[in-house]
Antibody, heavy 118, light 107 residues
């Protein structure tokens, strides 16, 4: 059974940093591109970042480019999202998601909540 | 970025009814469309890809159709477990973009 378990969320002041983690199990992690997708409270879904299976490529939404960094450790089956210069508008539930054969998201974690507030 | 417009924003229907949710792209996405179901307090669940192909385990009461810029999700014989918010997502062009969602409730 595929499982994605996010952690690392919490309350953080504007301008500070936070690092999210997502531990994967139930599939060969190193074979799949991975993503972070967020959902502001009561709102829709926003794709945030993508990293290829071997970390050769990464892409970001314009709203986070230059502030967020996606990375992975295939030996630890873990995906990361380093977030810096956080803003109130970054407040959201952050999901990690595994892709299918194309850029759709087959499996999602339960999410970790990031609240940016003073 | 390609804009995805879903309609209606909310929908109320009775058990056993057939409902249709629409998703319109701001440009042709060549069937690069997926649908997701999100129940309250839960993560999104993947339903359909390539506009009309059901993911494994998705009940055949659900179906997707469309082409070009216009797509739809149809739910036949509405069940209580279908109460959820439904999102479309285009993956034809970078960046992936989602519709704002359609909240489906029971009447």
């Amino acid at each position: 059974e595929v499982q994605l378990v996010e952690s690392g969320g919490g309350l953080v002041q504007p301008g500070r940093s936070l690092k999210l983690s997502c531990v994967a199990s139930g599939f060969t992690f190193r074979n799949y591109g991975m993503n972070w997708i967020r959902q502001a409270p009561g709102k829709g879904l926003e794709w945030v970042a993508y990293i290829s299976s071997g970390s050769s490529y990464s892409y970001y939404a314009e709203t986070v480019k230059g502030r967020f960094t996606i990375s992975r450790d295939n030996a630890k089956n873990t995906l990361y999202l380093q977030m810096t210069s956080l803003r109130s508008e970054d407040t959201a539930l952050f999901y990690c998601a595994r892709m299918g054969n194309n850029n759709w998201f087959v499996y999602w974690g339960q999410g970790t909540l990031v609240t940016v507030s003073s | 970025d390609i804009q995805m417009t879903q309609s209606p924003a909310s929908l109320s229907a009775s058990l056993g009814e057939t409902v249709t949710i629409e998703c319109r792209a701001s440009e042709d996405i060549y069937n690069g469309l997926a649908w997701y179901q999100q129940k309250p307090g839960k993560s999104p669940q993947f339903l359909i890809y390539n506009a009309n192909i059901l993911h494994t385990g998705v009940p055949s009461r659900l179906s997707g159709s469309g082409s070009g810029t216009q797509y739809s999700l149809k739910i036949n014989s509405l069940q209580s477990e279908d109460v959820a918010t439904y999102f479309c997502q285009q993956y034809y062009d970078f960046p992936n973009t989602f519709g704002a969602g359609t909240k489906l409730e029971l009447k």
